[in-house]
């Protein structure tokens, strides 16, 4: 006779996820664990914390891409185990880096035969890209000033205040010294004029943005050239510029072609832009192209003998992955100039939808202006009880991420909300956003106004102050009793 | 009456892939096209280039990961879309980058308190992580010297001439200088005597490696410390010593855990590792992790207003994927310390499979050691008729990509062929690599060594006399015939071989 048994200890491979005893046990955080748990697990494990991150494409606050094509997925995922630096190895996914180099100079005008090869290189952002390209303007100038037998010990790099931080990066790690050129009220790019006159003997190159972090506008890249040129007449220093066109580079020259500020223009000498912004790619892959090949140093190059074969290296990080690389390639192909037009183009009507819809509700000022990276960025109107911070709280609760932030020296007082239209953000999503930030403001008109911010002013006074703050206490418990009364009755998305 | 249209070729959504004109017109390689094309075409184009790329798990010359469980893939997929960066937006993922600096932290043994946080850092890679150290000791030193009133423009590291090309990058990008100590026939990683030997007040740190790239071996860390620490008694200099531990970091607490080489030396004051080494991630993950706050000084630090949050950001990149982050803390947890102690002894054991496989031709030196990096280094014992280049160019034809390549000066003359022993390489996979070479020997035997090696000999020899010219013309013409004859042979016994192609 068999005797029957039956299964009485949970053998792990048999209970499920949530039935087993990895979900009860806490997961260790300071220190790896002893044991190994069962793939399934770790997967779940992790997989539901991640449910608590924002989610990418209510990402308001990001120029980088959020969805890419199945297809383009599918060779991603296929690529993910190719360490992009071993070129020896993988010869074809370098040969797509090199075509993408030569796409992008082309499509930015660099002074290049129909055949001849152009300089650049992949990077993994345009953090890396600037920094190489400040590299270069640094050793090329160090170079000139040792040729003349002057001191070189304090090179400089004018830029506008409004530069994303990896220009002050560069210029810590690199000690070069940051010249900055101060915003003002209503004018939030760096001013070409202001800018050439800080240029001295000492300045490595000039930094203009296409597309400034905060309101998304163009610089003026031609009017800097030409007050540079003359210039560069009067003094012979021969100061450079970059451009960097880390969101703009990728949308300029489809929907504003006639606009010059890439290489047409002589003085520009080296671009960077993000091939994960509106190059359309996931976060991880940016570009920085040279007019020639003078404009980069061959000693900044290193030949190595890695894994056996001559591999040509100008590039901060080594090993990373290739799908990036690969992903961009196929944008490039797949969209052509068309397909990025097309996609621009939409990007800009759903900015004009969002601006003109919140125009509507008279509540905003529109700081962003309508030709540069389709991005609102818009502040409150007049005096409010309210500051765009809450608004951008408040905004989470529906699930969208809108940040809000204050503008750099000397503009510090102004703060503004900004919604970046990626190739994602539809037309109906722009229409509900809207409609979400209407139910805000609606929200905040009920809420009396941060007490602190009342009592510090009114601290002064004291008598005067008691009294207000007992009228201001009535105000709070009157306002949210009904605060809390109207929120049982809306129907907003949690 | 409803007239039938019938799909014409321009219809194009009708046809299959390769039916398309698509796979007919060369794809533009200078300047983007000017319309878009359908992505089933895209893909399948692009798919179809890139099988001619290597196949990365063959791939023997690479320390990077080249495989992950299919659970660990859908987590990655997942998260593809997400900016690493945006701290404020994806605070699970910014939380499980810090529990990853944590746990490597106290797996080197970081001096840290029950719940104290590290001080560290993911990078894309040990390139980054390394820059990023040296800039910490760069600062350090400068402000020590400021504070001093001495010098501080020429500051220096003092290395092995067998680091990796980041140190040489670092210290050309950084304008530091980079003292070397050679390597000699025999002794292949840095000397810790001689390396004590070259600090000198400006040396901002003394670079270790655990894993050298060469032959994997480790260096003897604590040796140098105990020397340095009786150098800085004498100097005052209070020079420290930074650990690259971009291979060993995830193979020594697990295989070796007596071996003292981490923070447990009072002088190592920061190690960098490759999450997508024996880490086990894909390619692009690194980390850095520093003793204590003191040896990452404030400034270097930035905190920022982006997207409307405070960051404080010291990495170089600052846009990336978060894929690589969560894929690290899978296998943290996934694996535990079991799991990466079990990976690594199987690592070992097929390396010392293999090992003992190409011992047994009888053909080869092994140059690397048993302890290290599971990797095999080996040179031909006779390389008068044929080069470790040749028989890596012949192991290509089937499929494998094992590199040859010289070593650093002082010991140039020396070339050697380098298998590194992965979680996927199995024992079966070690067995076939065996057999492979062995086969590729076979052929190299059969041919006659390359001519010019010897006639630039000869050349040599036509400089020192003339009574040697007509020698020289002689074996030249033996060559030819030699050539000639052995060539014949060769193609016709490739036409017996049934090598992989």
């Not at chain 2, 992790?289 to 010291?314: C, M, S």
């Amino acid at each position: 006779m068999v005797v029957s048994r039956t299964t009485t200890e949970s053998k792990e491979p048999v209970s499920s996820t949530f039935g087993s005893r990895y979900v009860r046990t806490a997961l260790p955080k300071y220190e790896i664990g002893e044991s190994s748990i069962p793939k399934d697990a770790a997967y779940q494990i992790i997989k539901d914390e991640l449910m608590l991150d924002g989610n990418p494409r209510l990402n308001l606050a990001s120029f980088v891409t959020t969805w890419m094509e199945p297809e383009c997925d599918k060779l991603i995922m296929d690529t993910i185990n190719k360490n992009y630096v071993d070129m020896d190895e993988y010869p074809v996914t370098t040969e797509f880096q090199n075509r993408c180099v030569n796409m992008i100079a082309r499509l930015f005008n660099a002074p290049l035969g129909d055949t001849q090869t152009a300089m650049g290189v992949g990077t993994v952002g345009s953090s890396e890209a600037i920094m190489l390209a400040g590299l270069a303007f640094k050793r090329n100038w160090q170079n000139k000033r040792k040729a003349e037998g002057k001191p070189y010990d304090k090179p400089n790099i004018v830029t506008g205040a409004n530069v994303q931080v990896v220009w002050e990066k560069f210029a810590r790690y690199f000690e070069v010294e940051l010249k900055e050129v101060k915003l003002s009220e209503g004018y939030y790019v760096m001013d070409p004029e202001k800018a050439v006159e800080m240029v001295d003997e000492n300045t490595i190159c000039v930094a203009a943005m296409l597309g400034s972090t905060l309101t998304g506008e163009f610089e003026d890249v031609k009017r800097l050239n030409d007050l540079l040129v003359k210039k560069n007449e009067e003094t012979g220093w021969n100061t450079p510029i970059h451009v960097d066109a880390a969101s703009g580079g990728f949308i300029a020259p489809f929907i504003y072609p006639e606009l010059e500020w890439d290489f047409r223009l002589p003085l520009v000498k080296s671009i960077n832009v993000s091939g994960h912004k509106y190059g359309l790619v996931y976060a991880g892959v940016g570009w920085v192209v040279w007019r020639t090949q003078h404009d980069l140093p061959d000693e900044l190059i290193f030949h190595i003998n890695y894994l056996g074969a001559d591999q040509p290296t100008f590039t901060l990080n080594f090993s990373k992955g290739s799908s990036q690389i690969i992903a961009q390639y196929y944008q490039f192909i797949r969209l052509g100039f068309e397909g990025y037009k097309n996609v621009m183009e939409n990007c800009r009507e759903n900015m004009l939808v969002l601006k003109e819809g919140l125009e509507k509700t008279e509540r905003f000022n529109i700081v962003s202006k309508d030709v540069g990276v389709p991005l609102v960025a818009f502040s409150l109107k007049g005096q409010s009880f309210h500051s765009e911070f809450e608004i951008s709280e408040m905004l989470r609760r529906f699930g969208w991420i809108v940040p809000a932030y204050t503008m750099p020296a000397d503009a510090q007082h102004i703060t503004v909300l900004r919604v970046v239209i990626r190739e994602d953000f539809s037309r109906t999503l722009a229409e509900r956003l809207v409609g979400d930030i209407l139910k805000v403001l609606h929200e905040l008109d009920t809420l009396p106004s941060k007490i602190s911010r009342k009592m510090g002013a009114e601290d002064f006074g004291n008598v005067k102050g008691k009294k207000v703050e007992r009228e201001k206490l009535t105000d709070v418990i009157v306002g949210w009793r009904k605060y809390v009364m109207d929120r049982k009755t809306m129907n907003g998305v949690c | 009456m409803v007239l039938s249209h019938a799909a014409s070729n321009s219809d194009v959504s009708v046809h299959s892939t390769f039916a398309s004109r698509y796979v007919r017109t060369s794809l533009p390689r200078f300047k983007m096209p000017e319309n878009s094309i359908p992505k089933e075409a895209a893909y399948q184009i692009i798919n179809d280039e890139l099988m001619l790329d290597g196949n990365p798990r063959l791939n023997l010359a690479s320390f990077v990961t080249t495989w992950m469980e299919p659970e660990c893939d859908k987590l990655i997929m997942s998260s593809i879309n997400k900016n690493y960066v945006d701290m404020d937006e994806y605070p699970v993922t910014t939380e499980l980058q810090n529990r990853c600096v944590n746990m490597i932290a106290h797996l080197f043994n970081a001096p840290l308190v029950e719940t104290e946080t590290a001080v560290g850092v993911g990078t894309v890679g040990s390139s980054e992580a390394i820059m990023l150290a040296g800039l910490a000791f760069k600062r350090k030193w400068q402000n020590k010297r400021k504070a001093e009133g001495k010098p501080f423009d020429n500051p220096n590291i003092v290395t092995g001439a067998n680091v990796q090309v980041c140190w040489e990058k670092f210290a050309r990008y950084f304008e530091v200088e980079l003292k070397e100590v050679k390597l000699s026939e025999g002794y292949y990683v840095m000397n810790p005597e001689q390396a004590v030997e070259m600090v000198d007040e400006n040396t901002i740190c003394v670079a270790a490696i655990l894993g050298s790239t060469l032959n994997g071996e480790f260096e003897d860390v604590k040796l140098l410390n105990d020397l340095l620490v009786l150098k800085n008694k004498e100097t005052g200099w209070d020079t420290p010593i930074h650990v690259d531990a971009a291979s060993g970091g995830f193979i020594a607490p697990f295989l070796y855990p007596e071996l003292e080489w981490d923070f447990r030396l009072p002088l190592v004051k920061s190690i960098n590792v490759s999450g997508h080494k024996y880490g086990l991630v894909y390619a692009g993950i690194g980390w850095v992790v520093w003793r204590n706050k003191e040896d990452l000084p404030e400034e270097l630090i930035f905190h920022i207003n982006y997207l409307g949050a405070d960051q404080p950001t010291f990495t170089l990149n600052f846009s990336k994927g978060s894929s690589q982050v969560i894929a690290q803390y899978y296998q943290l947890i996934r694996l535990g310390h079991e799991g990466y102690r079990n990976v690594m002894e199987n690592c070992r054991e097929n390396m010392i499979m293999l090992r003992e496989g190409l011992e047994k031709t009888g053909r080869f030196n092994i140059v690397s050691k048993d302890e290290g990096v599971p990797l095999v280094a080996f040179s031909l014992k006779d390389n008068s008729s044929h080069t470790e280049f040749e028989v890596s160019d012949m192991l290509r034809r089937y499929g494998w990509i094992v590199p040859a390549y010289t070593m650093p000066p002082n010991a140039q003359h020396i070339t050697v062929l380098r298998v590194v022993i992965r979680e996927d390489f199995s024992r079966t996979l070690a067995e076939r690599l065996v057999i492979d070479i062995e086969k590729v020997m076979r052929e190299l035997d059969e041919l006659p060594s390359r001519v010019i090696h010897k006639i630039s000999l000869g050349e040599e020899s036509e400089a020192n006399g003339d009574n040697l010219m007509v020698t020289v013309k002689k074996s030249d013409m033996e060559k030819q015939r030699e050539i000639i004859n052995g060539w014949k042979k060769f193609v016709s016994d490739r036409k017996k071989t049934n090598g992989i192609c």
